[in-house]
T-cell receptor, first 110, second 115 residues
Framework: GQNIDQPTEMTATEGAIVQINCTYQTSGFNGLFWYQQHAGEAPTFLSYNVLDGLEEKGRFSSFLSRSKGYSYLLLKELQMKDSASYLCAVAEDSWGKFQFGAGTQVVVTP | AAGVIQSPRHLIKEKRETATLKCYPIPRHDTVYWYQQGPGQDPQFLISFYEKMQSDKGSIPDRFSAQQFSDYHSELNMSSLELGDSALYFC??????????????FGQGTRLTVV
């Protein structure tokens, strides 16, 4: 079956670093995507990995190990506006048909 | 830059009524995806269209139907509405042609409330 696991909630202080882990077991794999979602708003694309390794985009980095079915999203220099839910999503074929994880609620404290 | 436009942003319907949600993809995007997100839930894939043809189907109830028109906009038609249909409905678009892929961009969503 399809299974995407990520922690429910993480708390960190402003300026710190937080790493959100995601493990997955899906029938197909064509990329792993990370989206940020504020409550009641649209998911916003952050980063994706198709091949193993680290992708860096400003304060956000994402890592993928396909053999381990594992990814993480690294958020550096946390800001209050980073308080949101972070969704790990696996694209089994096209890059819009996703299996989403339940999301990790990140709470940034002063 | 132009984004995915969804209308209406909010919709209140009574049980057993019909609702139509519209999605206008980013210009030159040829693929549209529909998602349903219940309160506190992750988005669930409903259906997708590529070049006006249905390309994939997820957990979409038989009471729902959708299509993509010649201008690439898409409509999700929902009939015999139930209380459990109350959710945020997102549309996303991407470009999937010419053996290329772009990431999917989501619209702001339509919040449907069934009373």
């Amino acid at each position: 079956g399809q299974n995407i696991d990520q922690p429910t909630e993480m708390t960190a202080t402003e300026g710190a670093i937080v790493q959100i882990n995601c493990t997955y077991q899906t029938s197909g794999f064509n990329g792993l995507f990370w989206y940020q979602q504020h409550a009641g708003e649209a998911p916003t694309f952050l980063s994706y990995n198709v091949l193993d390794g680290l992708e860096e985009k400003g304060r956000f980095s994402s890592f993928l190990s396909r053999s381990k079915g594992y990814s993480y999203l690294l958020l550096k220099e946390l800001q209050m506006k980073d308080s949101a839910s972070y969704l790990c999503a696996v694209a089994e074929d096209s890059w819009g048909k996703f299996q989403f994880g339940a999301g990790t609620q990140v709470v940034v404290t002063p | 830059a132009a984004g995915v436009i969804q209308s209406p942003r909010h919709l209140i319907k009574e049980k057993r009524e019909t609702a139509t949600l519209k999605c206008y993809p980013i210009p030159r995007h040829d693929t549209v995806y529909w998602y349903q997100q219940g309160p506190g839930q992750d988005p669930q894939f409903l259906i997708s269209f590529y070049e006006k043809m249905q390309s994939d189907k997820g957990s979409i109830p038989d009471r729902f139907s959708a299509q993509q028109f010649s201008d690439y906009h898409s409509e999700l038609n929902m009939s015999s509405l139930e209380l459990g249909d109350s959710a945020l409905y997102f549309c996303a678009s991407s470009f999937s042609g010419n053996n290329m892929n772009t990431e999917a961009f989501f619209g702001q969503g339509t919040r449907l409330t069934v009373v």
